[in-house]
């Protein structure tokens, strides 16, 4: 699964990343996001389900950091 | 300009709602126009941009209540500036102690955190009770679509805040445990089976859960505006308290009206005195009573009187 590396990154560039990621993706592929705690895994998630993607699993990394997987949605 | 006008020439009636408020200049006003919920067509804001070229000053004022105010009006001007901005029924607001233009986010037709339609709510609530006189002092409402609340809702007279609780569907949940992560009120957690535990006590109903859950899990259990009353800022600032949930938005003018009718009767003798005020000295108990007969799905078993805030400068009477 293709990882697309968002710590660092605040809202709301972190979600037009993440977008423009999904651009290179084809619907129904899987891709990864690393998300930084706080703002950028409260809203990133919400926004990338609101966009038609359909959010698989959200799981901690040892480190403090959301490991988010979903499969893209219809373009 | 005619010869004949140049005489003052002033109806009476379009000052009668007020909204034309004197500037320090003589003969000078303010034109506060009538903009329920901050919307404005673009189609109308032209007209207005030519009657403020032709009648008015250099700017225009946004108001801190989402009216647009056109300044520097002429005294003489006064009706043709209300004549010409009713071609696109731009009317003019209020000032004084009547029942003011109501204030509201953009809700819920384009902002994801919207819960309810707060600009059909602002609507409705100007079209049936704009203006409407008081007898006493302002009264102001206004519409959040969720508890984000930008539009302070708990510092109007009465105040709506759109709402929603969340229930959970076990079966379809997935346990990723967005939920959780996404709730600001820690009202949930993950438990050892790696479903979500709600705690409702903790709740303040913004429908976070619901939005973020990638599996339908949490669905709206209900969905209505929870309201407080007697807030007001100014001087000697109040928060207003909780006194309804998840009211739905057919009975927020029926409501409103419940209240004012509890201000008008419990004022007598008070003079220019506001809705939270009069609920510091009368006491709760008979507003909360007089609601609950009309709508007693929704008020709460008990309140308290409006929040004083200390704005630490002088001494409150």
Redesign the interface.
């Known amino acids: 699964m293709h990882t697309v590396d968002l710590r660092g990154v605040c809202c709301p560039a972190n979600f037009v990343r993440a977008k423009l990621a999904l651009e290179e993706f084809e619907t129904g592929e899987g891709i990864r996001f690393l998300l930084d705690d706080g703002e950028a895994?409260?809203n990133v998630?919400?926004?990338l389900?609101?966009e038609g993607h359909?959010?698989?699993?959200?799981k901690e990394a040892p480190e403090g950091y959301?490991i988010l997987d979903l499969k893209k949605g219809e373009d | 300009m005619t010869e004949q006008s140049e005489k003052s020439h002033i109806d009476l009636n379009q000052l009668k709602a007020g909204g034309f408020i004197k500037e320090r200049g003589k003969d000078l006003f303010s034109v506060r126009l009538r903009v329920p919920g901050g919307r404005m067509a673009v189609s109308r804001l032209k007209k207005i941009v030519e009657v403020a070229e032709k009648y008015g000053g250099e700017f225009v004022h946004l108001s801190v209540r989402q009216s647009i105010e056109l300044v520097h009006v002429d005294f003489k001007h006064i009706n043709d500036v209300a004549e010409e901005l009713g071609i696109v029924r731009q009317k003019v607001a209020s000032c004084g102690a009547r029942v003011r233009v109501p204030v509201a986010c953009g809700g819920c037709e384009y902002n994801?955190n919207g819960l309810m339609d707060t600009q059909k709510s602002a609507l409705e609530v100007d079209a049936k009770l704009f203006g409407i006189e008081t007898g006493h002092h302002k009264f102001k409402v206004a519409f959040a679509g969720c508890p984000i609340d930008c539009p302070k809702s708990a510092t109007n007279d009465v105040g709506f805040q759109g709402a929603v609780l969340p229930a959970l569907e076990r079966d379809v949940c997935?346990g990723?445990?967005?939920c959780a992560?996404?709730c600001?009120a820690g009202a949930i957690r993950m438990g050892k089976d790696d479903k979500p535990i709600f705690a409702p006590e903790k709740c303040i109903y913004c429908g976070?859960c619901i939005?973020?859950c990638?599996s339908e899990a949490w669905q709206t259990e209900k969905r209505g505006y929870t309201v407080r009353i007697g807030g007001k800022w100014g001087r000697n600032p109040l928060v207003g308290t909780l006194f309804a949930t998840f009211l739905p938005e057919e009975k927020v003018v029926d409501f409103i009206s419940a209240v004012l009718a509890w201000y008008q009767e419990n004022s007598e003798g008070l003079g220019r005195i506001r809705l939270g005020d009069v609920m510091i000295r009368r006491g709760t108990d008979s507003l909360l009573r007089d609601l609950r007969r009309g709508f007693p799905e929704y008020v709460v078993d008990t309140t308290s009187p409006p929040q004083v805030i200390n704005t630490q400068i002088g001494k409150r009477p």
């Open positions: 895994v409260k998630p919400r926004s389900k609101a359909q959010l698989l699993s959200l959301f | 994801p997935i990723c445990g967005l992560k996404s600001s976070d939005k973020v990638p």
